[in-house]
């Protein structure tokens, strides 16, 4: 009969628990870069591990619309300050547990908050937000989507704005009553915003008040709208280095000019040109401002249309440093102006445009006259051009014939190189 010694000598060795030995710090590191169902999951590591993670700061919280409601209040209401990342994907179902929700992130000293309300219909209407959100001090991002401004409480004497906030995403944002002017303070309360994301926001009132986006510190700005003009304005913004408009509204040529005058001094820009449809009044021919630090610019344009053709030479004209030119061409074979590039064309005497023009793109293409105009014209003028790259669509000219139309074009730059591209 076998002794207890060799019996002992003959028992599995005993793994050593090497998470057990990390230091906490370590393994706090370790479980903060899980996401949230692993960060879950490790409960059933040990009975050790049980309620490990909900002493971990610093967790990233991404839910999405298909996890059960009950399990998202629980992990909200368990997990430690302060919480790096909320991020939740509201259905409809569940609106009236968005606000308990809402309600739980101020004292979890959330840093970036991104809510996503679910969209149905017009008929159903959003989700009202609930002004809660206003005492999560501690954001550095904030982005909603599909939801209606809350209207400002009774201002508690410990808010003075989001002082730590640097990033503000509003996509598809109603405001209420007078809503204009509390997101107007709240960008102003923001000193530290660099990235400021404005798409299709609107007021539910018939008609806007006129507001002002004003950052010292603002890099970024991104406004698109739809529909109508929501009154947003262009105010002090000094540090402002990259803007992409979308005035897709009804817009009149005064406040187009005054949106461009104000991020004039951009390095980047991303323009629409094609609210021409809706304009009040002529587009402009020239502008009194330059943009004298822009050196990208990326337009959405119709060049068979001389309202659009105008803009697009109004900007060129006023662009003396600009290197890369790109351009989104649309058509609309129902309103074709001919000749409407070449009139702008041979009304460019000045012999300076396009001085440091580097690269070309031109998308979408079908080679109507006037696009081949603008080609010509711009070949002919930029003496620094390297690259050329025209993008087709369709084509009235065969693949070769393109190609041996293009070759004949004159070239202001002995570098510049034409790439012609089908689809």
């Known amino acids: 009969m076998p002794s207890g010694e060799a019996k002992r000598r003959r028992s599995p060795a005993v793994e050593p628990d090497y998470l057990a030995a990390l230091p906490p710090e370590i393994v706090d590191n370790i479980i903060s870069r899980l996401g949230i169902r692993d960060v879950v999951r490790t409960s059933i590591l040990s009975h050790a591990w049980r309620r490990r993670w909900q002493s971990v700061r610093g967790l990233d919280l991404d839910f999405r619309s298909s996890d059960p409601a009950a399990a998202i209040s629980s992990v909200l209401k368990r997990s430690a300050a302060p919480v790096r ?9 569940w609106f009236h547990r968005a606000v308990r929700w809402l309600r739980l992130l101020p004292r979890k000293r959330v840093q970036s908050l991104h809510l996503y309300f679910e969209m149905i219909s017009i008929i159903e209407g959003k989700h009202n937000l609930d002004p809660s959100i206003f005492s999560c001090l501690e954001l550095s991002s904030l982005s909603l989507a599909g939801c209606i401004f809350p209207p400002p409480p009774p201002p508690p004497p410990s808010f003075v704005g989001f002082l730590k906030l640097t990033k503000l995403s509003l996509s598809e944002i109603e405001l209420p009553p007078h809503g204009e002017r509390q997101l107007e303070a709240m960008i102003a309360a923001s000193p530290l915003l660099l990235e400021l994301s404005l798409d299709n926001v609107y007021s539910i009132d018939d008609h806007s008040e006129r507001w ?20 947003c304005r262009i105010g002090e913004l000094p540090r402002l280095e990259d803007a992409l408009i979308f005035l897709d509204s ?38 009194s401002f330059t943009f004298q630090n822009l050196r990208s610019l990326h337009l959405h344009a119709c060049l068979d249309q001389i309202s659009s ?10 662009a003396p440093n600009l290197e890369k030119l790109e351009i989104e061409v649309d058509r609309d074979d129902d309103e074709v102006d001919a000749g409407s590039v070449e009139g702008f064309a041979n009304a460019q005497t000045s012999g300076d445009i396009f001085p440091r023009l580097r690269y070309v793109w031109l998308h979408s293409i079908d080679f109507s006259s006037n696009e081949i105009c603008f080609i010509q014209f711009v070949l002919s003028k930029a003496r620094s051009l390297e690259l050329f790259y025209v993008r087709v669509s369709s084509c009235r000219l065969s693949y070769q014939e393109a190609c041996i139309e293009m070759a004949k074009y004159k070239r202001a730059s002995p570098l510049a190189r034409l790439r012609f591209i089908r689809g």
């Open 309 to 318: 053709t105008s803009l697009v030479f109004s900007i060129l004209r006023c």
């Open 250 to 287: 009804e817009v009149t040529t005064q406040v187009l000019c005054k949106t461009l005058e104000g991020i004039a001094h951009v390095e980047r820009l991303e323009f629409n040109a094609l609210m021409h449809h809706q304009f009040s009044d002529n587009p402009p021919e020239r502008f």
């Open 85 to 93: 990342t909320v991020t939740l994907r509201v259905p409809r179902r």
């Open 212 to 231: 002002f986006v004003r950052g010292a510190n603002l890099r970024s700005l991104r406004i698109w709208t739809i529909d109508q003009d929501f009154g």
